[in-house]
């Protein structure tokens, strides 16, 4: 797992069968720490098995 800052954090998963379940479990922690709802969090698919979680701050 690598943290780029505060604000997002970059995660190569490769168990695809449990793609879902980190990526729920990183999305809760995340947001907690960021002291954000989870709604706030947004995931995107950035690579092969590769998924970068960013707050969005417009919803901020």
Do not use: C, Q, Y
């Amino acid at each position: 797992m690598t943290f780029d800052n505060t604000e997002s954090m970059t995660i190569k998963i490769w168990d695809r069968s449990a793609v879902d379940h980190t990526l729920e479990s990183l999305v809760h922690d995340f947001s907690s720490r960021a002291n954000a709802h989870k709604n706030d969090v947004a995931v995107h698919l950035t690579g092969p098995n590769t998924f970068t979680l960013s707050l969005n701050t417009g919803a901020l």
